[in-house]
């Protein structure tokens, strides 16, 4: 398959992608949130519950892993991406080494992982890694982010894409802004238009191949404390907007993270997104808490009731699914509730 080939798999039909790449320390905090003890048989148990789901085969298109879980051998006899395969979902892998303090601006970060990296990426590739993904993160605040950490972490972001294709790999670009602050959502706008251009420029520079990538943004949104608030259709306007203006019309697909709202309101913007977008960009969902929020909980309630984990999974990956397509709908979610 060609790297367009498969950037198109994940993003297209209805399908998004899985992130379920938490670093030990994010799950972590999410385990520690339901009164699960973080161990590698607890972290197997649910991951391996998820990429078993029924859900996977026609809401999932790529899952993205975590360098322990790669590596992993399921209780069925095969390896976890083996079974993410079998789904017919494409594996991938988080290759940054995380955000680390920007020297010179120490309150910013800079996204680090890139020595040793080739060598890094010819491993995960034998492991059954197709694609990868690197998250850069951008405050917002009176002074940043600053110039510096937009222009470091685009670089890096080039670099990385760049090593990757070589690696015959499809890179996934997160430029996250983050959604803490009381900024409202024009200033969302204008930070995430100078964080895409600085990577788009970096991206060329770095002779990236744009058909072979996917973007992974945040959505044009007020700051989480911002007192005005936003609907659904100026958010979908706003962001839809941003990313026609820049985004290069090359990129095949466009998954947005949650980056911390919830599942529904998540759900409820990208299907706002979808229902007026008349642009050529696969428009999808590549969400860590907004897939994965209810199914934690009932793994909390019970870590071996498998039933309820994928049934509140499967939902969730259903909901957004639907929304891919401008599908989905508040009376959906209520049936289910019911
Ligand atoms: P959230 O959807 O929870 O923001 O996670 C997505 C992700 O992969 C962040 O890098």
């Known amino acids: 398959m060609t790297l367009n080939e498969i950037a198109k798999k994940m993003c297209a039909g209805g399908k998004g992608i899985l992130a379920a790449d938490e670093s030990t320390g994010t799950i972590a905090k999410r385990f520690k949130s339901i009164n699960v003890e973080n161990i590698e048989k607890n972290r197997l148990i649910f991951r391996q519950t998820l990429f078993n789901s029924s859900a996977m085969k026609d809401f999932i298109g790529g899952v993205i892993l975590f360098d322990e879980t790669i590596r992993q051998k399921t209780s069925l006899g095969i390896s976890i991406p083996e079974l993410i395969s079998k789904h017919g979902a494409v594996p991938g892998i988080k290759v940054d080494k995380g955000a680390k303090s920007l020297a010179g601006s120490s309150d910013e970060t800079v996204t680090e992982g890139l020595d040793g990296l080739r060598e890094r990426l010819r491993e995960y590739y034998d492991l059954g890694a197709r694609f990868t993904k ?102 979908a306007r706003k962001t839809l907007d941003c990313l026609k203006k820049n985004v290069p019309a090359e990129v095949p697909g466009i998954a947005f993270l949650s980056g911390g709202q919830s599942e529904i309101e998540s759900s409820k913007n990208l299907n706002e997104i979808n229902k007026i977008n008349d642009t050529n960009f696969l428009i999808t969902f590549s969400y860590g808490r907004g897939l994965q929020a209810s199914a934690l909980k009932e793994f909390g309630k019970n870590q071996e009731n498998i039933e309820n984990i994928q049934k509140a999974f499967n939902h969730r990956a259903k909901m957004n699914g639907l929304s891919s397509k401008g599908e989905w709908s508040e009376e959906l979610e209520k049936e289910f509730a019911a």
């Open 134 to 235: 690197w998250r850069a993160v951008y405050k917002i605040s009176n002074k940043f982010p600053s110039a510096q950490s937009i222009k470091s972490n685009a670089h890096a972001l080039a670099r990385y894409a760049a090593l990757v294709q070589e690696a015959k790999m499809v890179p996934i670009v997160e430029p996250e802004v983050l959604m803490d602050g009381s900024h409202n959502i024009d200033k969302c706008y204008q930070v995430t238009t100078d964080v895409l251009n600085e990577c788009y420029n970096e991206l060329e520079i770095h002779k990236v191949d744009l058909k072979g990538t996917v973007l992974k943004p945040n959505m044009i949104i007020p700051g989480s404390e911002c007192e005005i608030k936003s609907s659904a259709e100026e958010i």
